[in-house]
């Protein structure tokens, strides 16, 4: 029921949010003043500027802070050296930052965390979860969309 609760919450405030109506859903959100997560983890491409934009707008208008999480495949676990991580996480924030020009947010505060993890996809987004504290609610760029894989506690959206 918590979760219901949770999702009807999260669709109500980006509804009234993607009406314009900032103010509305800004009290939805945050009936409490914690700082609550959004995480957004992805496979692919670290640089995949669609995914960050969409975040972005998420975050802004439910304001949220933003957890992003690279999962390395299996494949590239193997070769998962401390000079793929950090070339990963430059590539990310290159992308990250082309991003907030884009949208013409360079003077506003925007919190994120970029993290590389490797794990098979649906362990992962668990793990975080469990460990993570205040996350709102997650975002998932994978290729595979299997929801009976997930066992989260918290409202999830696939993006496409």
Known sequence: MKIMKALEKIATAVAFAEAGEWDSALDIMHSDKTSKKILIAYEGEPDN??????AIGIAERVKCD????YVATKKKAESLTQEYIEMVNKTFNE?????VEALQMNGKNINF???VVSSEFYEAVNSIC????KIEFVILGCSERNAARLRLNVPYFFFK
């Open 66 to 69: 933003m957890l992003f999480s």
């Open 130 to 133: 469990r460990e993570v504290k």
């Open 95 to 99: 992308a990250f930052e082309r991003e």
């Open 49 to 54: 500027r669609r995914i960050i934009e969409y």
């Open 113 to 115: 965390q970029h993290v």
